[in-house]
């Protein structure tokens, strides 16, 4: 089993974004989950998440989760939207630095790319959002399903 959580700040937009574009791939062997390192728990996704996710026929009933040691030993791969969130972790929790990576980084090897946060900006930010994390997502599956062939 991979177990894949993707991090960002308030665990509201990209991290939750990431977290159904996954799911509703309903890939065997892969379990998904997100947090974030400054979320509020309980807080819905926020309305433009939802909104770019129902246009996509996605259904994720979400609620926020403070990143906690016991996610960070839950995850195999930890995957953050940017490479302050990738510091944040690794200073929170050292033990995670071997399976912590952005999402560009892990998808692409592409070490400056962050995935930038459409939170308080127009729905059309959010769909550009959505478009990124789907072809990066894409690229992530191909890269774990390789490694599951080697």
Same mark, same amino acid.
């Given at each position: 089993?991979?177990?894949?959580? $993707? =991090?960002?700040?308030?665990?509201?937009?990209?991290?939750?974004?990431?977290?159904?574009? &996954? @799911?509703? @791939?309903?890939?065997?062997?892969? *379990? =998904?989950?997100?947090?974030? =390192?400054?979320?509020?728990?309980?807080?819905?996704?926020?309305?433009?998440?939802?909104? =770019? &996710? @129902?246009?996509?026929?996605?259904?994720?009933?979400?609620?926020?989760?403070? !990143?906690?040691? *016991?996610?960070?030993? %839950?995850?195999?791969?930890? !995957?953050?939207?940017? %490479?302050?969130? @990738? #510091?944040?972790?690794?200073?929170?929790?050292?033990?995670?630095?071997?399976?912590? $990576?952005?999402?560009?980084? $892990?998808?692409?090897?592409?070490? /400056?790319?962050?995935?930038?946060?459409?939170?308080?900006?127009?729905?059309?930010? /959010?769909?550009?959002?959505?478009?990124? &994390?789907? #072809?990066?997502? #894409?690229?992530?599956?191909?890269?774990?399903?390789?490694?599951?062939?080697?």
């Amino acid at each position: 089993m991979i177990r894949i959580l $993707f =991090v960002c700040t308030g665990n509201t937009c990209r991290s939750p974004m990431a977290e159904a574009i &996954l @799911k509703s @791939k309903g890939i065997p062997g892969i *379990e =998904v989950k997100s947090a974030g =390192v400054f979320a509020a728990n309980g807080a819905s996704a926020s309305q433009h998440t939802q909104t =770019v &996710l @129902k246009e996509q026929n996605i259904t994720h009933d979400h609620r926020s989760s403070m !990143l906690t040691e *016991e996610s960070v030993n %839950w995850a195999t791969y930890i !995957l953050t939207m940017t %490479w302050s969130h @990738k #510091d944040s972790i690794n200073n929170m929790f050292p033990m995670a630095a071997g399976k912590t $990576f952005t999402l560009k980084e $892990f998808a692409e090897g592409d070490s /400056y790319g962050d995935i930038s946060d459409p939170f308080g900006g127009p729905l059309e930010l /959010y769909r550009q959002t959505y478009k990124e &994390l789907h #072809d990066i997502i #894409d690229k992530i599956i191909k890269k774990i399903e390789k490694a599951g062939d080697s």
